[in-house]
């Protein structure tokens, strides 16, 4: 249990630490604009999902660990959703604290939705004409 409370606790500070770096690098605008791509190599998910099916195929011969396995299953899925959905608690305080620069880089940003969609129909419109 001790454990298991410290390895949740450093996946949440891991995770806060590595978006936090990311955040201020200025890796995820980079990302959004489609200036750097991220690249994930087949090996990596194809390594994790062989050991899962794995480890449930070996244990399906013993029903007790079945159950062990599909508890643990559920709290590590738990787990990382938790610490993936807390690095929006930076985001959301990176962009309460610099909401001048939001609005430099994506001005309808604040707006009502009408006048959202009124001013990116006319950027889309402008693209096109320069375009042609």
Do not use: C, D
Not at 29 to 35: A, F, I, N, P, V
Not at 70 to 96: C, D, E, N, P, Q
Request: without cysteine.
């Amino acid at each position: 249990m001790i454990l298991g409370s410290i390895l949740f606790a450093s996946l949440l500070l891991i995770m806060n630490w590595m978006n936090i770096r990311l955040l201020y690098s200025g890796t995820y605008s980079r990302l959004q604009k489609g200036e750097k791509t991220f690249n994930l190599s087949p090996i990596a998910p194809a390594s994790g999902i062989g050991y899962v099916l794995g480890q449930v195929i070996l244990s399906s011969f013993f029903v007790e660990s079945v159950k062990f396995l599909m508890i643990i299953g559920v709290l590590s899925i738990l787990s990382v959703a938790t610490a993936y959905f807390s690095t929006s608690i930076h985001k959301y305080f990176y962009i309460r604290r610099n909401i001048e620069k939001v609005k430099q880089v994506y001005p309808p940003f604040g707006l009502p939705e009408n006048e959202r969609t009124m001013i990116e129909r006319k950027g889309k419109k402008r693209r096109r004409h320069e375009k042609a």
